[in-house]
């Protein structure tokens, strides 16, 4: 079956330092992915989307990686900031389908 | 003021008693969902639905109804077959296809 690797651990940095997450996954072949931010208590909040046929992806500070090969999304925070602190969501999905497969989620702390 | 909404916010159910969830979108979107999410696991789908008067079953549906008589309306319902309901419980909407829009979610516990 199909599954997707989060670092479950919490990623620590200091503020203004580049933070990266990964997502991993195998038994499956996305058409695109997705990164989501979720804060404590609330709902996931989209951040940015990647498609197969892409590698790269930037919005302000946030960079994305897609990496069909190795079957890896690598997601980039630069110059982080305390409040970029939440847990970070990745999904993968198909373009013939509406269902996303989301990972467990790592929890950022950026401290001052 | 478009969104998604959910509610309660808090729920708490007894024993052998169906609770509904509710959620409403304002987005015009086909496409809604619902999800459970528990401490150290993702977000697991429970139903989804892709039209008015249609719904699927997602990974987890057992214990768990809907119904999609209105596009903006998904509620959801907590049977007495759902064993271990405690949980964060997710709505979300979509365009047909790709980025899910979420609600604010309501935690469901068991008194």
């Known amino acids: 079956s199909q599954k997707i690797e989060q670092n479950s651990e919490a990623l620590n940095i200091q503020e203004g330092k580049t933070a990266t997450l990964t997502c991993n996954y195998t038994n499956y072949s996305p058409a695109y992915l997705q990164w989501y931010r979720q804060d404590p208590g609330r709902g996931p909040v989209f951040l940015l989307l990647i498609r197969e046929n892409e590698k790269e992806k930037r919005k302000e500070r946030l960079k994305v990686t897609f990496d069909t090969t190795l079957k890896q999304s690598l997601f980039h925070i630069t110059a982080s900031q305390p409040a970029d602190s939440a847990t970070y969501l990745c999904a993968l999905g198909r373009g013939n389908t509406d269902k996303l497969i989301f990972g467990t989620g790592t929890r950022l702390q950026v401290f001052p | 003021d478009g969104g998604i909404t959910q509610s309660p916010k808090y729920l708490f159910r007894k024993e052998g008693q169906n609770v509904t969830l509710s959620c409403e979108q304002n987005l015009n979107h086909d496409a809604m969902y619902w999800y459970r999410q528990d401490p150290g696991q993702g977000l697991r789908l429970i139903y989804y639905?892709?039209?008015?008067?249609?719904?699927q079953k997602g990974d987890i549906a057992e214990g768990y109804s809907v119904s999609r008589e209105k596009k903006e309306s998904f509620p959801l319902t907590v049977t007495s077959a759902q064993k271990n309901p405690t949980a964060f419980y997710l709505c979300?909407?979509?365009?047909?296809?790709?980025?899910?829009?979420f609600g604010p979610g309501t935690r469901l516990l068991v008194l």
């Open positions: 979300a909407s979509s365009p047909v296809g790709e980025t899910q829009y």
């Open positions: 639905s892709q039209i008015v008067n249609d719904f």
